[in-house]
C-alpha cells in the first residue's frame, strides 16, 4: 500500500483531497511541522503534499514559510525517493529558490482544482510522472 502523506493546515482542503484517497492508500496528515516532522522521522512516503506555508508548531522558528522548506529539506535527506509536490500560495523569490534546492517533483501555485491535484499526486504515486 503506498503511503502518502499530507502537510496543510486548511481543514477543508485536507478533508476534500483526503476524501480522494479512500482506498488503496494510506494517508496521514500533519497540521504543523512538529506533527510533520514526528511523520517523517517514523515513516516511509511514496509522496508527500507539501503546503510551503502552515504553522511552525514547536519544532522550527521563524516565518511559516521556512517551516515548510525545512520540512522538505528533511524529507529530502531522508529519503530522495519520496515524490514531493509542493503547494504555494504567495511566497518571496528568495523562498522559491531555497525550495528549488531540494527538487520538488511539482510546486504548484494555490489554488489547485483538487481533481487535478488528485491525478497528479496518484501518477507519482504509480510512476507515471
Not at 481543514?11 to 497540521?31: S, T
Not at 528549488?100 to 504509480?126: Q, R, V
Request: hydrophobic share 35%.
Amino acid at each position: 500500500m503506498i503511503k502518502i502523506l499530507i502537510v496543510e493546515d486548511e481543514y477543508e482542503f485536507i478533508e476534500d483531497i483526503g476524501e480522494r484517497f479512500k482506498e488503496g492508500y494510506e494517508v496521514d496528515v500533519a497540521r504543523d511541522a512538529s506533527e510533520a516532522k514526528g511523520y517523517i522521522e517514523k515513516n516511509k512516503y511514496g509522496v508527500v503534499l507539501l503546503d510551503i506555508m502552515f504553522p511552525t508548531g514547536d519544532s522550527i522558528s521563524g516565518p511559516p514559510e521556512r517551516a515548510g522548506v525545512e520540512i522538505l529539506k528533511m524529507i529530502r535527506e531522508k529519503s530522495s525517493e519520496t515524490k514531493v509536490v509542493v503547494l504555494t500560495g504567495v511566497v518571496s523569490g528568495k523562498t522559491i529558490s531555497s525550495i528549488k534546492e531540494y527538487h520538488p517533483e511539482e510546486l504548484i501555485n494555490k489554488p489547485i482544482d483538487g481533481n487535478e491535484l488528485y491525478d497528479l499526486m496518484i501518477g507519482l504515486a504509480k510512476g507515471d510522472s
